[in-house]
C-alpha cells in the first residue's frame, strides 16, 4: 500500500458539509423525484454522504434516485452526453441498477444502455455505439491491441458488454464475453503487467468477473482491496487540481466496488468472511461498509 505524503491534498470537510446542506433545501421541493436534471444531485450527495460517514444505508437511498433518473431518462442522457464520455454513459447507469437491485431499473436500464453483445462483434451495432466504441478501442475495427490505452478501452467495452449480461440475466453472453477478455488478455500479457491508473481498475473488474464463477471469494477480495487503493490514487490526484471536487466531495465514493459486491452477491458469493478475516485493511474500509447491505454477511 502506498503511504499518503502529509501535503497530499484532501477533502475540505466543513465546505463538503455546506454544500450537502445546500442541495438539502434544493430538494425540499421536488419538480419529479426522477426529474433528468437531479442525476448529478444524487450523485453528488451518495459521495458526500460517503465522506462525512453517513449510515451506509442513506448512501444507497442516493443511488438508488440516481438510478432511477438513469432508468426515466436514458435515451435523453445518451443524446446529450459527448460519446468520449462512456463511464457515464454506459458503465455507471448499469453499475447502478445492480447495486440498487430494483427489478423496474434494471429492466429500463437494460432497455437503455446495453445492446447485444453479439452485434457488437459482429460489427452490425448501431452507428452511434460505433462511434463510442471507436473513441475508446481500435480492438472492434481490426481485431488487434496495440497499447495500453487500446488495451483499457477494449476491458472498458467489455466490461460493459458484461454488466449488461449480468443486468440481463444472459449467462450464455457472460461466458463468451469472459472468454474472449481472457484470450485478449493472455495475447497482451506485456500491456498488462503495471497494474496502475484506468488499466488498473478495469483489470480488477475482470478479475471479478473471471472468479464469479467458478468462485474464487479470496480473488475477489483482493480485486476489491485493489480497486480501494487504485480508486483513492486517483482521488487524490484528481484533489490536487480540482477545487470544486474538495469542496464537494465529488468522487470520494466507489462506485465499481460497490457493483463487485452486488455481482458477488448475485453469483451466489458471500465475501463477509473473507471481508471479516481482513477487516484491518484500509482499502476494504468502503467493502466492508456497504457489504452487508448488498448481500454479504455482516461483519463484526
Known amino acids: 500500500m502506498t503511504t499518503e505524503p502529509t501535503n497530499a491534498p484532501t477533502f475540505e470537510l466543513d465546505a463538503v458539509r455546506e454544500h450537502l446542506a445546500a442541495t438539502d433545501a434544493e430538494l425540499i421541493v421536488y419538480i419529479d423525484e426522477t426529474h433528468m436534471s437531479y442525476l448529478p444531485t444524487y450523485l453528488g450527495r451518495a459521495d458526500a454522504m460517503h465522506l462525512l460517514g453517513a449510515p451506509p444505508e442513506q448512501v444507497l437511498r442516493q443511488l438508488w434516485l440516481a438510478a432511477r433518473c438513469y432508468a426515466s431518462h436514458g435515451d435523453v442522457y445518451l443524446a446529450k452526453w459527448p460519446v468520449h464520455q462512456f463511464k457515464r454513459r454506459r458503465l455507471l447507469p ?3 441498477a445492480l447495486v440498487v437491485a430494483d427489478a423496474q ?3 429500463a436500464s437494460t432497455k437503455h444502455f446495453v445492446v447485444d453483445p453479439m452485434l457488437l462483434l459482429a460489427g452490425a451495432e448501431p452507428d452511434s455505439v460505433t462511434e463510442e466504441v471507436r473513441a475508446l478501442t481500435s480492438f472492434f475495427r481490426g481485431g488487434e491491441i496495440n497499447d495500453q ?9 467489455t466490461y460493459w458488454m458484461v454488466l449488461g449480461a449480468i443486468a ?3 449467462n450464455e453472453a457472460l461466458d463468451m464475453l469472459r472468454a474472449l477478455t481472457a484470450r485478449i488478455l493472455e495475447k497482451n500479457l506485456w500491456l498488462a503487467r503495471k497494474r496502475v491508473g484506468g488499466l488498473g481498475r478495469m483489470l480488477c473488474a475482470h478479475q471479478v468477473i473471471g472468479e464469479l464463477r467458478p468462485a474464487v471469494p479470496d480473488g475477489i477480495v483482493d480485486a476489491l482491496a485493489e480497486h480501494g487503493r487504485l480508486h483513492a490514487d486517483a482521488v487524490r490526484a484528481r484533489l490536487g487540481d480540482d477545487e470544486a471536487a474538495r469542496r464537494t466531495g465529488d468522487g470520494a465514493l466507489d462506485v465499481t466496488s460497490l457493483a463487485f459486491l452486488a455481482m458477488a452477491a ?3 458469493i458471500d465475501l463477509g468472511p473473507r471481508l471479516a478475516a481482513r477487516r484491518e485493511d484500509p482499502d476494504l474500509a468502503q467493502a466492508l461498509a456497504y457489504a452487508p447491505l448488498l448481500g454479504h454477511t455482516a461483519v463484526a
Open 94 to 96: 448499469l453499475e447502478l
Open 105 to 107: 431499473v434494471l429492466e
Open 149 to 157: 490505452a487500446d488495451l483499457t478501452g477494449f476491458l472498458a467495452v
Open 168 to 170: 440481463s440475466a444472459d
Open 266 to 268: 448475485a453469483a451466489g
